[in-house]
């Protein structure tokens, strides 16, 4: 991947990409809880109503802010949940082409956010996605895999071998599961005999094209294993409002660079920076204002 050639703020939304996101689209029911969760307590909490959630959407709207074409592949019911959440994303300006709107449900979640802004997500119903003919030829800069659907496995082969980047979320960690050049996780999902050896642990499910394996870890932010690098990038402290969807914006900062080629060390930092903005926001619908201006290094990083 090229250098970037000096260190610069950086927010241009004039350089589109096009982006492919498959995942999830959801309709979060949220509740505010009195306090933190604890096992066996008894907790009062507030009914804040429905929002847009699911990895895939979170992911999108968050890339249509900063001005790329976020196509979205994924299913909603034919109800009037499903019909909504296509409505709300469109109005972003995400591509929503290529969303099935006949599922038997929309997926949906139970999001409890407590006083500190942490939240936990509790899966009611899920929607199958059925997957385009085309999609292991489908033209994009990049192509971003939230799902855990075992057909992905030969398209997402083909995308790599065809010369696409690929960026791919774990879990699944089974060997072979998700051919990519990039692997991103949250730390707190992997097991520790993964941990202990992160970048051959990452090659076994990847590949040997695998290039970078990117590890989130909240509020101490995110670390990338190379092959030859290990390279690690703070987060800013900032007061969390609400953390829902923060990795999925993490990856939409990370997906933003890495299709304009900017080199890992530039794309860490970007990925950091909006993931730490999220959380400063209510909801998972980016404000207008997104994303945050963030200095990129200096040439000579990989």
Not at 13 to 28: C, P, W, Y
Not at 106 to 115: G, M, V
Request: include cysteine.
């Amino acid at each position: 991947m090229a250098c970037y050639k000096e260190a610069k703020l950086y927010n241009e939304k004039t350089i589109m990409a096009r982006i492919l996101v498959i995942g999830s689209i959801a309709l979060d029911e949220v509740v505010h809880l009195a306090a933190p969760l604890r096992p066996g307590a008894h907790l009062a909490g507030r009914w804040q109503g429905t929002r847009v959630g699911g990895g895939a959407a979170n992911t999108a709207m968050a890339l249509a802010r900063g001005g790329d074409e976020a196509v979205v592949i994924s299913a909603v019911g034919a109800d009037e949940y499903g019909t909504w959440l296509v409505r709300e994303i469109e109005e972003i300006g995400v591509n929503t082409r290529h969303i099935h709107c006949r599922a038997t449900e929309t997926t949906r979640s139970l999001i409890l956010l407590d006083p500190q802004g942490e939240r936990t997500v509790i899966n009611l119903a899920r929607s199958s996605v059925p997957l385009p003919w085309n999609l292991g030829e489908m033209a994009a800069d990049a192509c971003y895999v939230r799902s855990a659907d075992p057909a992905l496995t030969p398209i997402l082969k083909q995308r790599v071998e065809s010369g696409g980047l690929v960026v791919a979320h774990a879990p699944p960690t089974n060997e072979g599961a998700r051919p990519a050049q990039v692997l991103v996780a949250s730390a707190s999902d992997l097991d520790p005999a993964f941990l202990s050896d992160p970048f051959s642990s990452a090659r076994r499910v990847a590949g040997e094209v695998l290039e970078w394996l990117v590890l989130t870890r909240g509020p101490e932010g995110a670390i990338a294993y190379g092959r030859d690098w290990t390279l690690r990038q703070g987060s800013p402290k900032v007061e969390v409002v609400d953390s829902t969807g923060a990795g999925d914006v993490f990856a939409a900062g990370l997906l933003h660079a890495l299709a304009r080629k900017l080199p890992m060390k530039a794309a860490l930092r970007l990925a950091v920076e909006w993931g730490a903005a999220s959380v400063r926001y209510q909801g998972t619908v980016p404000p207008e204002q997104f994303p945050p201006q963030v200095e990129l290094p200096a040439v000579g990083t990989p």
